[in-house]
């Protein structure tokens, strides 16, 4: 089946535009034209899962050119290839620990309200807090 630029672009929740970008950025090797408009196959959709992986993974678009230089080259650029994907990955787990730190931050806040809600007022949550500065996460009281 055939795709225009427009399905695909709503299909990976991106803009017509950014598909174009990564296009002239020779990020879509494989995408045939016909009379000058890109044409998009069932065949393409495992490159563009990846592509939008890799881009939605913060991956710089120079990272990705790479890798996708290398994969039209084939076989012979396997190590290279699956070193990127290992760099990457470790880039993955990085951003995972650094959006975990966050959550919390963020679920001391969500208790915050919820307590202030209850008792109608912040003044008995803020009476608790320390008064020196600091950019520690804040915790959860535990329960006495």
Same mark, same amino acid.
């Given at each position: 089946?055939?795709?225009?630029?427009?399905?695909?672009?709503?299909?990976?929740?991106?803009?017509?535009?950014?598909?174009?970008?990564?296009?002239?950025?020779?990020?879509?090797?494989?995408?045939?034209?016909?009379?000058?408009?890109?044409?998009?196959?069932?065949?393409?959709?495992?490159?563009?899962?990846?592509?939008?992986?890799?881009?939605?993974?913060?991956?710089?678009?120079?990272?990705?050119?790479?890798?996708?230089?290398?994969?039209?080259?084939?076989?012979?650029?396997?190590?290279?290839?699956?070193?990127?994907?290992?760099?990457?990955?470790? +880039?993955?787990?990085?951003?995972?620990?650094?959006?975990?730190?966050?959550?919390?931050?963020?679920?001391?806040?969500?208790?915050?309200?919820?307590?202030?809600?209850?008792?109608?007022?912040?003044? +008995?949550?803020?009476?608790?807090?320390?008064?020196?500065?600091?950019?520690?996460?804040?915790?959860?009281?535990?329960?006495?």
């Amino acid at each position: 089946m055939s795709y225009s630029i427009k399905q695909v672009a709503d299909m990976m929740g991106v803009t017509t535009s950014t598909l174009r970008y990564y296009d002239q950025e020779g990020l879509l090797p494989d995408v045939e034209r016909k009379n000058g408009i890109r044409v998009f196959e069932d065949k393409d959709f495992k490159w563009l899962r990846v592509l939008n992986c890799l881009k939605n993974t913060n991956m710089p678009i120079k990272k990705i050119k790479e890798y996708c230089d290398l994969a039209q080259k084939g076989d012979s650029t396997l190590n290279e290839r699956y070193n990127l994907i290992l760099e990457q990955k470790e +880039n993955i787990l990085s951003q995972i620990k650094q959006l975990e730190y966050y959550l919390k931050e963020v679920e001391y806040k969500e208790w915050y309200y919820k307590q202030a809600i209850k008792e109608g007022t912040e003044k +008995n949550i803020i009476a608790n807090m320390p008064d020196t500065a600091t950019l520690e996460i804040d915790k959860i009281p535990r329960k006495k």
